[in-house]
């Protein structure tokens, strides 16, 4: 069983930054791929960055492309999200997911360990 806390939610104006971390109960370097989705209220939850177990593969949803930056660090079995020039429609709750495979994966159901969440508000 993996076990996933995020921490580093917060409040932030527009165009303001914000970094969330997981850290991981297992070795992450292990093979598990590592995601970040969020769910905005009353919006299912969607994917918003992934990154390959080693680090050299990472993939974005176009909505955050060029903002966000996924990044791991396996030593400390931690994955960050960097979030740049935030947008009000970025308040989400983040979860964090992981999964045991090779390849990055973007959907919901192909992620088996989940975090509990870290809400994001960004005020206009």
């Known amino acids: 069983q993996v076990q996933l806390v995020e921490s580093g939610g917060g409040l932030v104006q527009a165009g303001g930054s914000l970094r969330l971390s997981c850290v991981a109960s297992?070795?992450?370097?292990?093979?598990?791929?590592m995601g970040w989705f969020r769910q905005a209220p009353g919006k299912e939850r969607e994917f918003a960055a992934g990154i390959s177990w080693s680090g050299s593969n990472t993939y974005y949803a176009d909505s955050v492309k060029g903002r966000f930056t996924i990044s791991r660090d396996n030593a400390k079995n931690t994955v960050y999200l960097q979030m740049n020039n935030l947008r009000p429609e970025d308040t989400a709750v983040y979860y964090c997911a992981a999964d045991y495979r090779f390849q990055i994966a973007t959907t919901r159901s192909q992620y088996a360990y989940w975090g509990q969440g870290t809400q994001v508000t960004v005020s206009s």
């Open positions: 297992v070795r992450t370097s292990s093979n598990y791929v």
